[in-house]
Nanobody, 121 residues
Framework: QVHFVESGGGLVQPGGSLRLSCAAS????????MGWYRQAPGKQRDLVAA???????NYADSVKGRFTISRDNAKNTVYLQMTTLKPDDTAVYYC???????????????WGQGTQVTVSS
């Protein structure tokens, strides 16, 4: 049974930084591309960053240059380092395995509880 546990969110001032973690279980983690999604109130869940099994990365335009995705296959964990945070980054952040030429499709229907990121002064 696939299981994702996201952590690391919190309240941060504009311009601040956070590092999110997502621990995966029940999957052959190292063979999957992994992605971070976010969902703001009243909006759809969107992919913000993805990392292939071999480490190549892809980012949404809105976070390029500010967010960095990485992974540790030994720990079955994917990370999202977020810097220069803006109020528009406020959302619940989720992870999932991803597929497709642009990693546009989540692999599993099961999602974790997410971690809340709030950017506010």
């Amino acid at each position: 049974q696939v299981h994702f546990v996201e952590s690391g969110g919190g309240l941060v001032q504009p311009g601040g930084s956070l590092r999110l973690s997502c621990a995966a279980s029940g999957i052959a983690f190292s063979i999957f591309a992994m992605g971070w999604y976010r969902q703001a109130p009243g909006k759809q869940r969107d992919l913000v960053a993805a990392i292939a099994s071999r480490g190549s990365t892809n980012y949404a335009d809105s976070v390029k240059g500010r967010f960095t995705i990485s992974r540790d296959n030994a720990k079955n964990t994917v990370y999202l380092q977020m810097t220069t945070l803006k109020p528009d980054d406020t959302a619940v952040y989720y992870c999932n395995a991803v597929r497709g030429s642009d990693f546009e499709t989540a692999v599993f229907d099961s999602w974790g509880q997410g971690t809340q990121v709030t950017v506010s002064s």
